[in-house]
């Protein structure tokens, strides 16, 4: 099978970045109850062994999605260390008064389902450009430098090649940093994008 993308075809997985984002963006407001941005800062086919030094430094904590239908693969959300502790006050903030009594265990779940709530939107956006459900499995939490937790996700899909989405989501008064990584099974996405069709504008 050819992992030759087609050359008009390249815009749609831009497009699902885009999309994928906005879902995530729109899951965040609704939380927040402000206007999230997201922005797709990079989108790329690109080598696991040189994904390392383009990453930057630091412990990230977040979730790892499996993909469950075509593309299958991985999708991760990763939160800077200082962003992930905003997120657990966003989550628990009607529920708990004083911050400094959230318990490490609920400090992770609140990561968690933030995590999963920001990988269902998008996945979703991705479902909406595809034409199809994909269901995904339970989120995994991870708590790792950014580097090891990126290659190990990259490797799990036996591919020496990843689609790389590098994305940044700002929340005006709140400043969370977040960052996605999808990790589809080439063949099947590069199979799956060949066979979209492009109706010309």
Known sequence: MTMMVDIRK??????????GTNGV?????????????????KTNFIDVDDIQSQ???G???????RLLDPPHGHILILFPEASA???TAIMLRDVVDDMSNVSGKMARSAVEEMGNMMAS?????WADVLGRAIDIAAPQLVYAPAGDIVVRTAGLGGDDLALFFD???SV???????EIYAFPELEEFVEMVNGIDVHPA
């Open 10 to 19: 390249l815009s749609f997985i831009n497009e699902m970045a885009k999309v």
């Open 25 to 41: 963006a729109d899951n965040m407001s609704k939380l927040t109850g402000e206007d999230a941005q997201m922005e797709v800062t």
């Open 55 to 57: 990453l930057e430094p």
């Open 59 to 65: 412990k990230r904590v977040g979730v790892r999605v």
């Open 85 to 87: 502790k905003k997120i």
């Open 121 to 125: 939107g998008f996945i979703d956006g």
């Open 167 to 169: 994305s940044d989501l």
């Open 172 to 178: 005006p008064s709140y400043q969370i940093e977040a």
